[in-house]
């Protein structure tokens, strides 16, 4: 939507700009409309970024959020449609020159309202402990914030539109960044980010709370049904998991059928309830799935003190829960089934 939204703007700012000042009513047309278009493209630019933010750190958006997001764009672009009638955010006077009404200014305080919050929703998840090495919001905000306040400052300046476009390239760099941080089938984080987590708890204090999950049977269901079923059943697992944890943590695929879920410092539940909330996910996917066989998980977990023995081997700690947790499941249940 940003990039569409970029794309636009800066095919309609430079026509617009043409023809401002020049006579004629196709002039005065394309100056009234081709301003509403961009003040409309204003108005999806902040709740998209909001937007964005909170689904790459894995936000859940309330309904309350989305509901405020959805009535701040519907709001400001029905304020355009009465401005093409009574003249209140910007004016086209008799020479076909665009000028400015006090209503211009509701569009820059809503648009640097909402990058703030942007901001706000980034910063409060990494106060939470959410492990956020990725997306400089800075990248983005630095430059549409000069564009902002030059072309408010310098009336006849076209600059918004252009710092927006090195934003949004600025973003979609450090997203194609972050790519080598995620596992490809399933979109959950790999291995190479459970590195940096485990680096980045022993600087922050050290303690971190983690689980081990390993999926039982996962051979048979290849075996039995396809590794394409193989591959359904690993992402149905990522997002059982990712439904679970919300916005409680991050869920990394280790090594084929092993995940491990990191929670934030925040985590307002025990390990021991976390691993009972997964497993009652998991059963009520298997109700609900319709598919020939059942996913099933072992899991182990702790809540780990890294800093005073920066030696410990996080992951063969939770290797050992996860298997104590594997013994009790086989204890019950056929090893070939």
Same mark, same amino acid.
């Given at each position: 939507?940003?990039?569409?939204?970029?794309?636009?703007?800066?095919?309609?700012?430079?026509?617009?700009?043409?023809?401002d000042?020049?006579?004629?009513?196709?002039?005065?047309?394309?100056?009234?409309?081709?301003?509403s278009?961009?003040?409309?493209?204003?108005?999806?630019?902040?709740?998209?970024?909001v937007?964005?933010?909170?689904?790459?750190?894995?936000?859940?958006?309330?309904?309350?959020?989305?509901?405020f997001?959805?009535? $701040?764009? #519907?709001?400001?672009? /029905?304020? =355009?449609f009465?401005?093409i009638?009574?003249?209140?955010?910007? !004016?086209i006077?008799? @020479?076909?020159?665009?000028?400015?009404?006090?209503?211009?200014?509701?569009?820059?305080?809503?648009?640097?309202?909402?990058?703030?919050?942007?901001?706000?929703?980034?910063?409060?998840?990494?106060?939470?402990?959410?492990y956020?090495?990725?997306?400089?919001?800075?990248?983005?905000?630095?430059?549409?914030?000069v564009?902002?306040?030059?072309?408010?400052?310098?009336?006849?300046?076209?600059?918004?539109?252009?710092?927006?476009?090195?934003?949004?390239?600025?973003?979609?760099l450090?997203?194609q960044?972050?790519?080598?941080?995620?596992?490809?089938? $399933?979109? #959950?984080f790999?291995? /190479?980010? =459970?590195?940096?987590?485990?680096?980045?708890?022993?600087?922050r !204090?050290?303690?971190? @709370?983690?689980?081990m999950?390993d999926?039982?049977?996962?051979k048979?269901?290849?075996?039995?049904?396809?590794?394409t079923?193989?591959?359904?059943?690993?992402?149905?697992?990522?997002?059982?998991?990712?439904?679970?944890?919300?916005?409680?943590?991050?869920?990394?695929?280790?090594?084929?059928?092993?995940?491990i879920?990191?929670?934030?410092?925040?985590?307002?539940?025990?390990?021991?309830?976390?691993?009972?909330?997964?497993?009652?996910?998991?059963d009520?996917?298997?109700?609900?799935?319709?598919?020939?066989?059942k996913?099933?998980?072992?899991?182990?977990?702790?809540?780990?003190?890294?800093?005073?023995?920066?030696?410990?081997?996080?992951?063969?700690?939770?290797?050992?829960?996860?298997?104590?947790?594997?013994?009790?499941?086989?204890?019950?249940?056929?090893?070939r089934?």
């Amino acid at each position: 939507m940003m990039i569409v939204c970029v794309i636009i703007a800066c095919t309609v700012d430079p026509v617009v700009f043409y023809h401002d000042g020049r006579p004629g009513l196709i002039s005065r047309y394309i100056i009234l409309f081709g301003n509403s278009i961009l003040f409309s493209l204003n108005a999806i630019l902040g709740p998209a970024y909001v937007t964005l933010i909170s689904n790459h750190i894995n936000e859940h958006q309330s309904q309350r959020q989305k509901a405020f997001l959805i009535a $701040t764009c #519907a709001l400001e672009i /029905f304020i =355009l449609f009465v401005n093409i009638i009574i003249p209140i955010v910007f !004016g086209i006077d008799d @020479s076909n020159r665009y000028y400015r009404l006090p209503l211009y200014w509701l569009y820059i305080v809503a648009e640097a309202f909402l990058l703030l919050y942007g901001q706000h929703v980034y910063f409060a998840a990494k106060r939470r402990g959410r492990y956020l090495s990725f997306f400089p919001t800075w990248q983005f905000l630095m430059p549409i914030t000069v564009g902002m306040l030059g072309q408010s400052i310098w009336y006849g300046t076209s600059l918004i539109w252009p710092c927006v476009g090195v934003s949004v390239c600025c973003i979609a760099l450090s997203l194609q960044n972050e790519g080598i941080y995620l596992d490809k089938l $399933t979109g #959950a984080f790999n291995r /190479f980010y =459970l590195n940096d987590v485990i680096e980045t708890a022993k600087n922050r !204090g050290g303690i971190i @709370s983690a689980l081990m999950l390993d999926m039982n049977g996962f051979k048979l269901i290849n075996d039995n049904y396809s590794h394409t079923e193989g591959d359904n059943a690993l992402i149905a697992m990522t997002r059982i998991l990712n439904k679970v944890v919300a916005t409680n943590g991050v869920v990394i695929r280790f090594a084929g059928d092993e995940f491990i879920i990191i929670l934030d410092k925040t985590s307002h539940h025990s390990i021991a309830e976390y691993k009972t909330y997964i497993l009652k996910a998991i059963d009520d996917y298997n109700d609900s799935s319709q598919k020939p066989y059942k996913l099933s998980a072992s899991i182990g977990g702790d809540v780990f003190d890294l800093k005073n023995n920066q030696n410990f081997d996080l992951i063969s700690e939770l290797d050992k829960l996860m298997y104590a947790d594997k013994a009790i499941y086989y204890q019950h249940n056929n090893r070939r089934k």
